[in-house]
T-cell receptor, first 113, second 112 residues
């Protein structure tokens, strides 16, 4: 157990809809990162937040957006869902700005129909 | 972005040492090497990290070559529960900020 929690655990949406996924960081951690993991592949880095500011982003389109709150919890928002967005979405928290050692949550499995 | 290369899969007998190699030939001087593992579809689990020197903790040992272009994760006495996908990662910092690039990882099968 890493102390990182994510909700919901599973979600089904239809193409074109919007989704919000939530993450609660481990106590004392002020950096959060989000990843997308398609079946059979490694996690793909979406973005990282440090103290409510985005400080790193992977190769994902703008319809993937995020927020980090003053208590360091976080949301991942995906607009205009596509079938290829079906994946496991992982959140990871870490204690420093650079986000080196990351502690992952169990993930949210999203299915887009 | 620094990238890593790992074998797709490896087998290991239970009780024997598992040695998982990783190539990171484009690593920069201040970039750390991290290892994580993922069991089934759980979130990845941190194992160990290092910069230049060899490192050891309760889970594993990390051997980094002197030129830092490759490393080896060693599980000294593999058990069936060590069957997982192991990821070698080099974090980078560029114009776009911080990034963590996972590769496809090595699928380790520990056999009885």
């Amino acid at each position: 157990e890493t102390g990182v929690t994510q909700s919901p655990t599973h979600l089904i949406k239809t193409r074109g809809q919007q989704v919000t996924l939530r993450c609660s960081s481990q106590s004392g951690h002020n950096t959060v990162s989000w990843y997308q993991q398609a079946l059979g592949q490694g996690p793909q880095f979406i973005f990282q937040y440090y103290r409510e500011e985005e400080n790193g982003r992977g190769n994902f389109p703008p319809r993937f957006s995020g927020l980090q709150f003053p208590n360091y919890s976080s949301e991942l928002n995906v607009n205009a869902l596509e079938l290829d967005d079906s994946a496991l979405y992982l959140c990871a928290s870490s204690p420093g700005q650079k986000g080196e050692t990351q502690y992952f949550g169990p993930g949210t499995r999203l299915l887009v129909l | 972005d620094a990238k890593t290369t790992q074998p797709t899969s490896m087998d290991c007998a239970e009780g024997r040492a598992a040695n998982l190699p990783c190539n990171h030939s484009t690593i920069s001087g201040n970039e750390y090497v991290y290892w994580y593992r993922q069991i089934h579809s759980q979130g990845p689990q941190y194992i160990i990290h290092g910069l230049k020197n060899n490192e050891t903790n309760e889970m594993a040992s990390l051997i980094i070559t002197e030129d830092r272009k490759s490393s080896t994760l060693i599980l000294p006495h593999a058990t069936l529960r060590d069957t997982a996908v192991y990821y070698c990662i080099v974090r980078s910092q560029g114009t776009g900020g911080f990034k963590t690039i996972f590769g496809a990882g090595t699928r380790l099968f520990v056999k009885a």
